[in-house]
């Protein structure tokens, strides 16, 4: 069983929906929840991290953690054609290496 | 400024080559990572260097050898590369190896082996 178990979709939304992504874990000492941007053949982009659970809110983007359930969430409102792109989830221990998702392939169309 | 650089954008190299990939950052990150990704997989830890010392090699083979000849800069030179080493590589870094959290990439170097 993987650490970090993640749809890798493709999934599709119409301009201006909500994009809902998620992620499983199972290592219980994740102390740090990353979600990552990755548009075809670029590097990725960190777009947030939380520290253990709770809610973050950066603009559009909504990050959730729920330790108790070892889930992951990444929300997008209004989105947009150029929220196109592989959506990573990452976690890592308070002493330990990143460990990825496999990536969520996300298609907002006009 | 939370750039990382990456030279060259694109490889193309023989089997029987010897060539480097570059990497470097001005943000004073003292942790430098690099990766390898292949199509739609996500990004594979290769080396980690702490204060320009390796930290972390994750079993590569050695026609991968990494170089952190400063703060800012790291290298990976290749050579004898196998076609199954094509690929997408990727350098980041973060304040510390400790705060991987805060870790930037670099836009990456596709290689291709010929």
């Known amino acids: 069983q993987k650490e970090v178990e993640q749809d890798p979709g493709p999934l599709s939304v119409p301009e201006g929906a909500i994009v809902s992504l998620n992620c499983t874990y199972s290592n219980s000492a994740f102390q740090y929840f990353m979600w990552y941007r990755q548009y075809s053949r670029k590097g990725p982009e960190l777009l947030m991290y939380t520290y253990s659970s709770g809610n973050k809110e950066d603009g559009r983007f909504t990050a959730q953690v729920d330790k108790s359930s070892k889930y992951i969430s990444l929300f997008i409102r209004d989105s947009q054609p150029s929220d196109s792109a592989t959506y990573l989830c990452?976690?890592?221990?308070?002493?330990?290496?990143?460990?990825f998702g496999a990536g969520t392939q996300v298609v907002v169309t006009p | 400024d939370t750039e990382v650089t990456q030279t060259p954008k694109h490889l193309v190299m023989g089997m029987t080559n010897k060539k480097s990939l570059k990497c470097e950052q001005h943000m004073g990150h003292r942790a430098m990572y690099w990766y390898k990704q292949k199509a739609k997989k996500p990004p594979e830890l290769m080396f980690v260097?702490?204060?320009?010392?390796?930290?972390i090699n994750e079993s590569v083979p050695s026609r991968f050898s990494p170089e952190c000849p400063n703060s800012s800069l790291l290298n990976l030179h290749l050579h004898a590369l196998q076609p199954e080493d094509s690929a997408l590589y990727l350098c980041?870094?973060?304040?510390?190896?400790?705060?991987?959290?805060?870790?930037?990439f670099g836009p990456g170097t596709r290689l291709l082996v010929l």
């Open positions: 260097y702490s204060y320009e010392k390796l930290s």
């Open positions: 980041a870094s973060s304040p510390r190896q400790e705060t991987q959290e805060t870790q930037y």
């Open positions: 990452a976690m890592k221990p308070s002493w330990g290496k990143l460990q």
